[in-house]
């Protein structure tokens, strides 16, 4: 079986603390947040403030940079994370 490299986070990115809803409590956003709208939890450098800690949501450690997922740039990252939480959308 061949494995995939894991991928670092792009630096200043964060697309994926603003592009997905998180529908679990984020500490600062107890309801969670709307697509789109980025994470209170996610710093002026663009890094999780709760990154490893027990209050990130489990959404959050499940969301693993991949090449596919984050692209070549912030933007596509965004436009790809966008077109998968429309495709995953309730009804």
Known sequence: MKTIPALDCRPNCGACCTAPSITSPIPGMPD???A????IQLADDMRCKIFGRPERPAFCGGLQPSAE???????????????????????
């Open 36 to 39: 789109g709208v980025r994470c």
């Open 69 to 91: 997922m984050c692209g070549t740039s912030r933007e596509s990252a965004m436009v790809w994370l966008a077109d998968l939480e429309r495709a995953t959308a309730p009804g």
């Open 32 to 34: 969670g947040k709307p």
